[in-house]
């Protein structure tokens, strides 16, 4: 059956090669070829030469060349081969001819093409010649590309707990991860990161050519994927960029940056999965929220993307969510302006008990950290929801001032008599010291027990002999890093938000002390001066970030197109530790609003 269809194919292309011939009322050359991807059947390759007549009247053969790729590296070899038929039923001889690189082998109607060292496009013909004379030619072009490489360097944040006590620079919150796996499945590559965090492949003498792929990076247990664009230049190097989050159980966390994700910088992308049969598969229909942002996984590979409504780098809360599985939220995940952000999230069918211990992900300080504020906060990140009536039940902590040797250690529930206790999400916790830890000094804290349970009643894995060491910085006043409006800005939105961005932690309550903000309408000459009181009557405050973030917004819209003058006479706003603002008095800034 197949030699008939095989028949029928080249008598029909002898047809259409017969009839062109005619119509152009001469003869000559012409191929017919179509893009190879590298993982089509090989016989879905088809190049069909136009015929060339010696012997008038007679038929002529005609010939058919299949291969693998149209696209190779430097020197690669490329199996050919040809299929030629005698209408009249005669033998038919075969022969090969390269207009560059060498034909190192044949085999009756096979040949191995071996491609030249330098980029080149490269015809390879083959002449089949039947036993009047008669002559057929197919025509095969090959482009040679060279050199050109995709690069991976992965990291991973110091804070985590799984890589906290691997050395990089003090300063440095990122540390480079050796050892990682990293899989590029369309081209049938596997690397291994070296001690620079670093894999390169070669593309174009890969197993396989592919114009993208799915990357797929594992490291201890994070593990994620993506798809990586491979369109480069004769070359040049396509260059990304992975670094691992602290991630949770089941989750893990990474943002990519570089070449790959150019289109997708400062979004989320969510791949839904579980483990079924032992086999890891996607899930369709999960609901993905990420803050106030909404999409469902795909049905192919269970990925969603969403926007993350964030403007700047900061983070999220993040949550997956269908029925029949157990829910997955309560967790950050950080967004970058410059990345994308990678989550694969493991769903577990509802009712399953789960295999894995409760876990510590993460912990700040982390070891060695420089510059760490006095007031804190120590924060730890649960791999899990956490029972927080069970938290400091049982524990013991020492921190340590390396410089004085001074000792303080904490069981149980006396750490909240030495520490202001808030629990930022249902996994993160936060530790504000109540006094002020000593300016550039050198801490060690050690955690010799802690027994607690995860709200599904897992008990926390052991850290006995949890340690670290970390420096505090100077400690000096606080300072103003940004205002939204700035000075002479236009267009601002009638209802704020105003802003103002501080480099380190403030107390919220001290912004009330004394206050005294004069607002001014240059249009029509009207003043209003707040205090404490009056500016919590006319405007939503709230901090954020860590109270680094000042945002006012006025309840009642300012008029549209309006110009104004704000000025802040006095006031006693502190950092944590008690330093006032530098330069905050007599600060001020005229502004015009919007239109709308």
């Known amino acids: 059956m197949k030699t008939q269809n095989l028949a029928k194919q080249l008598l029909y292309a002898a047809l259409c090669v017969l009839v062109a011939t005619l119509i152009a009322g001469c003869t000559s050359a012409n191929s017919i070829s179509s893009l190879n991807p590298a993982a089509a059947d090989p016989e879905s390759e088809l190049n069909i030469g136009s015929t060339e007549t010696k012997t008038s009247g007679d038929p002529v053969p005609v010939v058919v060349i299949y291969a693998t790729r149209n696209v190779v590296g430097p020197q690669a070899e490329l199996n050919l081969r040809a299929e030629a038929i005698d209408p009249a039923g005669g033998q038919v001889n075969i022969a090969w001819e390269a207009s560059d690189g060498d034909i190192i082998s044949t085999e009756g109607s096979n040949a191995v093409w071996k491609a030249p060292s330098h980029t080149s496009t490269n015809l390879i013909t083959c002449i089949a010649t039947d036993v009047r004379g008669g002559q057929a030619k197919a025509e095969y072009s090959v482009d040679v590309v060279g050199n050109s490489t995709y690069r991976l360097t992965i990291y991973a944040d110091r804070t985590s707990i799984l890589t906290g006590r691997f050395s990089a620079e003090p300063g440095s919150p990122v540390v480079p991860i050796s050892g990682a796996r990293i899989e590029l499945a369309a081209i049938g590559e596997v690397g291994v990161s070296d001690g620079s965090g670093m894999v390169e492949f070669n593309i174009d003498q890969a197993q396989a050519l592919a114009t993208s792929t799915l990357v797929t990076v594992k490291y201890l247990t994070w593990e994620v994927s993506y798809n990586a664009s491979l369109l480069v230049g004769d070359g040049l190097r396509i260059m990304d960029e992975l670094t691992f ?45 990420a803050g106030a942002s909404q999409a469902v996984s795909g049905s192919s590979d269970g990925r969603a993307i969403l926007g993350s409504n964030i403007t700047g780098n900061g983070e999220t809360t993040i949550r997956l969510a269908r029925n029949g599985y157990q829910t997955i939220e309560g967790y950050y995940v950080p967004v970058s302006i410059d990345g994308l952000t990678l989550v694969n999230a493991r769903l577990s069918k509802a009712g399953t008990i789960p295999e894995l211990d409760a876990v510590i992900s993460w912990t700040r300080p982390y070891m060695n950290q420089t510059a760490f504020p006095v007031s804190g906060p120590f924060e730890i990140g649960f791999g899990q929801v956490m029972e927080k009536a069970s938290v400091f039940n049982d524990i013991n902590l020492m921190i340590q001032n390396k410089s004085g040797a001074g000792l303080i250690a904490l069981n149980g529930p006396i750490i909240e008599q030495h520490f202001r206790i808030v629990w930022k999400s249902d996994t993160v916790l936060q530790l504000y010291p109540r006094q002020p830890l000593a300016a ?108 680094t973030l000042l945002e006012l917004v006025p309840y009642r819209m300012l008029r549209a197109g309006g110009s104004y003058l704000i000025r802040l006479n006095k006031c006693h706003l502190v950092s944590e530790s008690g330093k006032a603002v530098k330069d905050f008095t007599d600060l001020w800034g005229q502004f015009k609003t919007g239109s709308m």
């Open 440 to 547: 550039s000094t050198r801490y060690s804290m050690t955690i010799s027990r802690w027994n607690a349970r995860a709200a599904d009643g897992r008990m926390l894995k052991t850290y006995e002999g949890l340690y670290g060491e970390f420096t505090t910085d100077a400690d000096p006043s606080p300072s103003i890093v940004s205002t939204s409006p700035k000075n002479g800005d236009t267009d601002v939105g009638r209802s704020g938000p105003f802003a103002i961005r501080f480099d380190r932690s403030m107390q919220p309550d001290s912004l009330y002390n004394d206050l005294e903000i004069e607002i001014t309408s240059l249009d029509s000459g009207a003043k209003m001066v707040l205090d404490g009181t009056s500016l919590r009557s006319n405007f939503s405050v709230s901090w954020k970030e860590n109270n």
């Open 245 to 289: 989050y602290p991630g949770y159980n089941e989750v893990s966390v990474a943002v990519a940056r570089g070449d790959s994700f150019l289109l997708k910088r400062g979004m989320i992308e969510v791949t839904a999965v579980e483990n079924s049969a032992g086999e890891v598969k996607p899930i369709a229909e999960v609901t993905v929220d």
